[in-house]
């Protein structure tokens, strides 16, 4: 039979909103307004920018204090994040160790990991990556074939990870493997590892160049890589449990709709007060889709902070979100003032070669909607 899924509405507290205040006041002394920027969370790494956040208490925020965290809660990190993807901020390096990477250590991890990483996360000095596709394997990731076998004071890594964003610059990548041949679970037998990037021995890192010329992600390389036993990220043979748990934080923040928005900021720059009635229904229809996109995905957040895993409602808001913001630039192709400026073109010309990837990274949409479909038991 159906069922529903509910959206409580959220209204953001007050704290929160004062520390809207704050992150625009530091944007404005940080970044250049009349440079192009870009609200896509996986373009801009800037190490420099990083720790002046962390500096301000906001990498880590709803963490705890004993390891430097802010202790705050998940709307007033909604707020950052928003914040700082709607002005373009360079957010890439830091980006992956505080939505996911942190808080999985901080659930999983051992003590003496926890005391090791977090500290060195939310002061903006330590990057994660996120070693999950494969060549064969992304969909599907029950069928990794990288695998791990035990030795004397650690594991021993062999095969090959795909898209794997930031991994020629960041410091680490939590690395699902197969530690266990497949048996009747297919799930089971899985484990995850923290490996050293900045450790060549048996590691190759080649990086990919995309659509648009970058290269931010990465083909990485395991023959006979060595990982200590410290760096096993919870129990071996929990991998499943553990990287299923990640997808709350992973699909439902703004950045799975806010990631063209600096496009929709610079065309309301460029047709000014006065805009064609193509142009202000275009702007109208953005805008009343993002206020829909940003209500639900606070809403997650909420959840969030009750405790909940909420992988469904994470999986609609990143569905529907990936949608718009890959809808967003060819809406506003078709009304872009003739004579708009140079930096309204190479923003369109930025997120035109971006935003294909943008349903692809962090689950397809075809997967996503097998996952709302099953929640509300249609399937
Ligand atoms: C910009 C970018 C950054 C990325 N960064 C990372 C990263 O840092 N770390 C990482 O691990 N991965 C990363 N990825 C990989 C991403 O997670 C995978 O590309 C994605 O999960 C899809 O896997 P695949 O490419 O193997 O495609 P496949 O799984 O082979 O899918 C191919 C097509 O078949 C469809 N399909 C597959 N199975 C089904 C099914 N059961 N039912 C219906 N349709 C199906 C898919 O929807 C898709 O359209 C990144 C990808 C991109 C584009």
């Known amino acids: 039979m159906a069922q529903a899924l509910v959206f409580d509405p959220v209204r953001l507290p007050p704290a929160a909103e004062a520390l809207r205040r704050e992150v625009r006041a530091f944007v404005a002394e940080h970044l250049d307004p009349d440079l192009l920027r870009n609200s896509d969370f996986g373009s801009g790494h800037d190490p420099a920018f990083s720790r002046a956040l ?4 906001w990498i880590g925020m709803t963490w705890p204090g004993k390891y430097g965290g802010g202790d705050r809660s998940f709307f007033e990190r909604y707020v950052v994040t928003e914040e ?19 808080p999985v250590l901080l659930r999983y991890g051992t003590e003496a990991q926890r005391e090791f990483f977090l500290p060195r996360i939310i002061r903006g000095e330590c990057y994660f990556s996120i070693g999950m596709s494969e060549p064969d394997s992304g969909s599907d ?16 890594v062999n095969g090959t990870k795909l898209w794997t964003s930031g991994a020629h610059r960041n410091h680490y990548m939590i690395t699902l493997v197969r530690t266990e041949p497949v048996g009747e679970n297919r799930h089971a037998g899985l484990s995850q590892l923290i ?16 659509m648009a010329g970058d290269r931010d992600f990465n083909e990485v390389v395991f023959e006979d890589c060595f990982v200590p036993d410290e760096h096993v990220l919870g129990q071996p043979g929990n991998g499943w449990e553990q990287v299923t748990s990640e997808l709350g934080y992973e ?58 895993n909420p992988i469904v409602e994470a999986a609609l808001v990143k569905e529907l979100g990936n949608n718009f913001e890959k809808e967003l630039p060819e809406v506003v192709r078709l009304v872009a003032p ?42």
């Open 54 to 57: 962390g500096a301000r208490g």
């Open 84 to 102: 700082l993807l709607a002005a373009g901020a360079p957010v890439e390096a830091h980006w992956i160790a505080d939505r996911q990477s942190g």
């Open 141 to 156: 990731l029950a069928s990794v074939r990288t695998s791990a076998t035990k030795v004397d004071g650690g594991w021993v």
């Open 195 to 210: 490996v050293d990037l900045k450790n060549p021995e048996g590691l190759t890192i080649r990086p990919i160049a995309n």
């Open 251 to 308: 699909r439902s923040g703004p950045e799975r709709f806010l990631s063209s928005f600096r496009l929709l900021v610079e065309l309301i720059r460029a047709v000014g007060p006065d805009p064609e009635p193509a142009q202000a229904a275009a702007i109208g229809k953005l805008a009343g889709q993002l206020t829909t996109l940003r209500k639900i995905s606070i809403s997650v957040a909420g959840m969030l902070q009750s405790n909940r």
């Open 338 to 379: 003739a004579a708009a400026g140079r930096l309204f073109q190479r923003t369109l010309e930025d997120t035109l070669l971006h935003a294909p990837s943008f349903s692809l990274r962090g689950g397809t949409r075809e997967i996503l909607r097998g996952m709302i479909a099953r929640g509300l038991g249609l399937r």
